[in-house]
């Protein structure tokens, strides 16, 4: 079967077998990628038309009581510079958020153990009641089912959790032992049952990463049926023991990114920082294979440096209107529109 018709198939579908997963991530004819390329921007276009969803990213806290081998932020790295931001300050950087026009806010954080569920909860809660027209996203690690309703209960209306790899031993490669693929893969069954739309995903290129592995995580995708997918390319941290292994590559994420695009076509998919880190326009070729949201980073200034997962971040630096302005235009010259609604997922009927 042509590499065109198994994207096909993909599209059908929603799903492969293992075989026909290796062959269609083992292409590399430019013109058969292309293809595919087009189908997933026709696929995003039909479905979301032009519109490029930003969500204000703020991210919380760097400290982690984690220790996967390649975060930049995790437990063991005493090199890490760490911060925690306040009720006040996060608050501060929604209203901040609110005020350029966003109207979906991304709380991202290291596994704080500062942050108990009533803490939580009293933040969500605060952000909520003070902007009722914004959908709020929590980026915060694995927690039991309990806790992650008292989020929802809270009104906390999106959660995003990436698996990271849905192959065990490929798992045990990029974590320490006490953490588990198991307990992963169960939070997201949580995070569905309760409610939430929900995020997972992968990085392309990560150490150990095969044909093989990333067959099983498009397998895993496709069972999981999540409403937002975030894949980005593995970046080096100085501070890590995968410092010396290469950056994942920006051509071959966007070429995944497509695929996600046809496997589920009413997914809200970012083109992240680190695609935009990876290669200079990597956001911008993100989007026209497929991709339909920016993350900006909304963050105060003072902080964002600390919050480093990986080396030579890209900074956004979206915190104004004449640089949102300018992100526009970028987005415009690669053929879309932003747009600082909800963005909320539409599913088919």
Not at 69 to 91: H, P
Not at 239 to 264: K, N, V
Request: with cysteine.
């Amino acid at each position: 079967m042509t590499a065109q018709a198994l994207a096909s198939k993909l599209h059908e579908n929603g799903r492969l077998d293992n075989d026909e997963w290796i062959r269609l991530l083992s292409v590399t004819e430019k013109n058969d990628i292309e293809d595919i390329r087009i189908a997933a921007d026709r696929v995003r276009r039909e479905k979301y038309g032009t519109s490029v969803y930003l969500r204000a990213l703020i991210e919380i806290s760097s400290y982690c009581k984690n220790d996967c081998y390649y975060c930049g932020i995790r437990c063991g790295n005493k090199n890490a510079s760490r911060f925690r931001l306040s009720r006040e300050e996060i608050l501060s950087s929604c209203k901040n958020a609110y005020e350029l026009g966003f109207r979906t806010f991304v709380l991202q954080g290291g596994e704080d153990m500062y942050f108990s569920d009533d803490v939580f909860c009293t933040i969500i809660s605060d952000i909520k009641n003070s902007f009722p027209d914004c959908a709020l996203t929590l980026s915060v690690g694995e927690k039991s089912r309990l806790t992650y309703k008292r989020y929802y209960d809270a009104g906390a209306d999106r959660y995003l959790l990436r698996h990271e790899t849905a192959n065990n031993e490929h798992y045990r490669k990029l974590h320490p032992q006490k953490q588990k693929l198991s307990e992963r893969i169960q939070c997201l069954y949580y995070l569905k049952d309760i409610g939430f739309q929900v995020g997972s995903g992968f990085m392309v290129g990560s150490p150990y990463q095969t044909v093989e592995t990333l067959a099983e995580d498009m397998s895993f995708l496709s069972e999981l049926r999540p409403q937002m997918v975030g894949i980005g390319p593995f970046l080096p941290h100085k501070d890590t023991e995968f410092a010396h292994f290469p950056s994942g590559s920006a051509s071959y994420t966007c070429y995944l990114l497509s695929l996600i695009r046809l496997m589920l076509p009413d997914s809200l998919i970012p083109a992240t920082t680190a695609l935009g880190t990876v290669e200079k326009g990597g956001r911008e070729k993100g989007l026209r294979s497929g991709a339909n949201v920016i993350m900006p980073n909304l963050s105060p200034n003072e902080v964002r440096s600390k919050y480093s997962l990986y080396d030579n971040k890209l900074s956004t630096g979206a915190e104004t209107r004449e640089k949102l302005t300018q992100l526009a235009l970028d987005v415009s010259a690669a053929g879309y529109e932003t747009d600082m609604g909800r963005g909320d997922f539409k599913p088919s009927n």
